[in-house]
């Protein structure tokens, strides 16, 4: 008598879906709505229909830790990771493998304690910069768009990070671009028929150019610092300097101009997003942002200075930061995809099957969160956030491929709040309807028109 071995399945297809495209039309229209739905009514693993690819979406917090951390060595990004390559190239985000991890080794101490530590000045320097620029706005009384003025700070304190002084000029253009040719990559995702890059439609064409003034300064920032032959206080120099432990080896021009490109690119439209996001969330809860600038003004009136040491000292800056990232994560969802077959819950994943980790159904389930749709930064409180499991709250991801920038950012995001919280209170323009709209990042798709006034 022969054993019949069952094989298993893969998980369940939702039904509503368009003979020829699947679920992609639903996937622009709305795609958080769709995978809410889908969520609610096919349980926690399940598959969507895209043409050319397996995809696969999981909603528990035991199936992100596997794929994320347990079992991150049969995952590779992605497919949606593949739009990045052609700005990004094989920078930190992008990589894959010993490659990737050889680089993670050489890229982390520059974001080490002690170097955010030297940050720290230059951080404070550029935010108190900006309440000049603000104030400009707030004489006029006039509403303007918050985020743009996010992206300029933020490229701001990335590009002086990076490049510290003396490329003024050069590192102004180099933000643009990436600005500019972050605008494309997000256009191609909104086109019905994506041509191949090699194809010299006029889009194809605009971001060619763009990319190739990027390169060119770029290379020529890096060349000149490798003449200059003296290493400065920044990124660059820390990367051009790093070695590898057993082989000495270093980073070539093209990997370097990767990995500066990445963190020019990560460290800048994810922290932007949050910041708007937490300037709009306290325009809308001023009972908290009440208690907030009392916290910064009391301290800040004892006389405590505005350090890497004190930071943390206000923890309620800290929390309505972390609150607004569980409603409003800039990365809204992380994907890899499978490289051998593998097994989730009761079901078998294919090879080459993208499993998509929904962070922000995680952020506002019931299952995890007591009322998730209401703001409340209590909840990241110091005495109760070690509880919060850290694959249900994953603003930075989870596993091996964490953010790199996490200290970075929490503590650009901490100063920049504390600075502008001093002097300014923000209202929402009467009327203005914000709305967020899921790309590579969650972004306010119209912006946040606000209006600055100035404290007293
Ligand atoms: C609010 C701000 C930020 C958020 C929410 C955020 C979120 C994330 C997430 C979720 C990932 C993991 C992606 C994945 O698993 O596929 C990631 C990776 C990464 N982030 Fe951030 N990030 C932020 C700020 C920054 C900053 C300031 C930098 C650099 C200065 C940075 C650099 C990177 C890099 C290089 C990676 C790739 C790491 C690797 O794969 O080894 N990020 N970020």
């Known amino acids: 008598m022969s054993t019949v071995i069952k094989r298993k399945t893969t998980p369940p297809i939702p039904k509503e ?25 096919y349980g926690n693993i399940f598959s969507l229909s ?25 995952y590779t ?16 985000l992008t990589s894959e493998g010993d490659f990737w991890k050889q680089q993670r080794k050489l890229v982390q101490p520059a974001f080490h304690k002690r170097k955010l530590d030297e940050l720290t000045e230059m951080m404070i320097e550029r935010s108190e910069h ?17 985020l743009p003025e996010m992206t300029a700070l933020t490229l701001d304190i990335i590009s002086k990070a990076i ?49 190739a003034l990027l390169d060119k300064i770029i290379y020529e920032i890096i060349d000149e610092r490798r003449a200059e032959g003296v290493s400065k ?32 690119l990560a460290g800048n439209e994810t922290s932007s997003n949050a910041l708007s996001w937490t ?17 910064i003004n009391e301290k800040l009136d004892s ?10 000292e206000f923890q309620y800056v800290r929390q309505v930061i972390e609150e607004s990232m569980r409603m409003y994560p800039p990365v809204w969802m992380v994907g890899r995809r499978t490289i051998a077959e593998d097994e989730i819950g009761e079901y078998r994943i294919d090879p080459k099957t993208n499993v998509l980790v929904p962070i922000i159904f995680f952020h506002h389930s019931e299952q995890f969160w007591e009322q998730p749709e209401r703001f409340m930064p209590e909840r990241f409180a110091q005495e109760k956030r070690n509880a919060i499991d850290r694959f249900v709250y994953m603003p930075f991801g989870g596993g091996p491929r964490f953010c790199i920038g996490n200290n970075f950012a929490m503590l650009e995001m901490q100063i920049i709040i504390i600075t502008l919280y001093r002097k300014f209170t923000f209202k929402l323009k009467e009327g203005f309807k914000v709305e967020a709209e899921p790309l590579v990042t969650l972004r306010p798709k119209y912006g946040v028109q606000m209006v600055a006034e100035r404290r007293a």
């Open 303 to 312: 006389g405590m200075p505005l350090t890497f040491n004190t930071v943390n």
């Open 130 to 146: 900006w309440v000049d620029r603000i104030d400009a706005h707030a004489k006029k009384g006039e509403a303007f768009d918050v």
């Open 233 to 264: 206080d920044d990124l660059l120099s820390m990367l051009i300097d790093a070695r590898d432990e057993e082989t000495g080896e270093s980073m070539d021009n093209k990997q370097l101009r990767d990995e500066v490109m990445t963190i020019f």
């Open 17 to 41: 879906k368009h003979w020829l495209i699947g679920h992609v039309g639903m996937m622009k229209v709305d795609a958080i709505g769709m995978v809410k739905n889908f969520i609610e009514r």
């Open 163 to 211: 490049f510290s002084k003396g490329v003024e000029d050069k590192a102004q253009i180099v933000g643009e671009q990436i600005t500019l040719l972050n605008e494309y990559t997000i256009e191609k995702i909104h086109q019905p028929v994506r041509m191949p890059d090699s194809i010299p439609t006029p889009f194809n064409r605009k971001a060619r150019v763009s990319m």
């Open 279 to 295: 300037l709009y969330l306290l325009s809308q809860h001023p009972e908290h942002e009440a208690r907030m600038v009392a916290e």
């Open 77 to 92: 990004k992605s497919i949606a990771y593949e739009l990045l390559k052609p700005l990004l190239g094989l920078g930190l």
């Open 50 to 74: 895209v043409p050319f690819y397996k995809v696969v979406i999981v909603s528990k917090p035991e199936y992100a830790r596997y794929v994320l951390l347990d079992n991150n060595k049969n």
